[in-house]
T-cell receptor, first 111, second 111 residues
Framework: ELKVEQNPLFLSMQEGKNYTIYCNYS?????LYWYRQDPGKSLESLFV?????AVKQEGRLMASLDTKARLSTLHITAAVHDLSATYFC???????????FGTGTRLKVLA | KAGVTQTPRYLIKTRGQQVTLSCSPI?????VSWYQQTPGQGLQFLFE???????NKGNFPGRFSGRQFSNSRSEMNVSTLELGDSALYLC??????????FGSGTRLTVV
């Protein structure tokens, strides 16, 4: 069964600091996605990573994918309060049409 | 362009009743997925449809069913509602391997 695990589950960090969220998955996949969810809201697509070694950056967030290690990272640079949200990774399991989300990382950036 | 529209936004039902939720995807998107989101279980995959065909289904009992119409609109049905079915039900659509666009969800409360 495909499992997608994120760590940490909760992250409280100071503004201006850097941190990395990790997403590990248990099956073959070349496609990984990152989403953001604000409290009481739906999910918003952040990054689409479609091959080994893919790296995408938007503002203070950078995502990368290592399909051999079955690992994706979401790196936060110089965090600001507006980044406070829950971040999910999701994996497109090859050949199954199953799109499985990770456990989510609740990020709180303290002023 | 118009986003993913889910109706109704809120629903209160009694145990044993059944419910139908509706989703209108973004025009041109043929893939529609449904998820159940709860605080304890996170985002759980329910089904994925493409051009009226269910391509995969998550680990939910047979009380959960769905369908997709020729215009890509989708419905999901839950019969014999249980208290544990209370959740936010999210629909999402995409075309190709892009990230999913999510609707605002239907908040179902079973009493």
């Amino acid at each position: 069964e495909l499992k997608v695990e994120q760590n940490p589950l909760f992250l409280s960090m100071q503004e201006g600091k850097n941190y990395t969220i990790y997403c590990n998955y248990s099956t073959t996949s070349d496609r990984l996605y990152w989403y953001r969810q604000d409290p009481g809201k739906s999910l918003e697509s952040l990054f689409v990573l479609l091959s080994n070694g893919a790296v995408k950056q938007e503002g203070r967030l950078m995502a990368s994918l290592d399909t051999k290690a079955r690992l994706s990272t979401l790196h936060i640079t110089a965090a600001v309060h507006d980044l406070s949200a829950t971040y999910f990774c999701a994996v497109d399991a090859s050949g199954t049409y199953k799109y499985i989300f990770g456990t989510g990382t609740r990020l709180k950036v303290l002023a | 362009k118009a986003g993913v529209t889910q109706t109704p936004r809120y629903l209160i039902k009694t145990r044993g009743q059944q419910v139908t939720l509706s989703c209108s995807p973004i025009s041109g998107h043929r893939s529609v997925s449904w998820y159940q989101q709860t605080p304890g279980q996170g985002l759980q995959f329910l089904f994925e449809y493409f051009s009226e065909t269910q391509r995969n289904k998550g680990n939910f009992p047979g009380r959960f069913s769905g369908r997709q119409f020729s215009n890509s609109r989708s419905e999901m049905n839950v019969s014999t509602l249980e208290l544990g079915d209370s959740a936010l039900y999210l629909c999402a659509s995409r075309e190709g391997w892009e990230g999913y666009t999510f609707g605002s969800g239907t908040r179902l409360t079973v009493v």
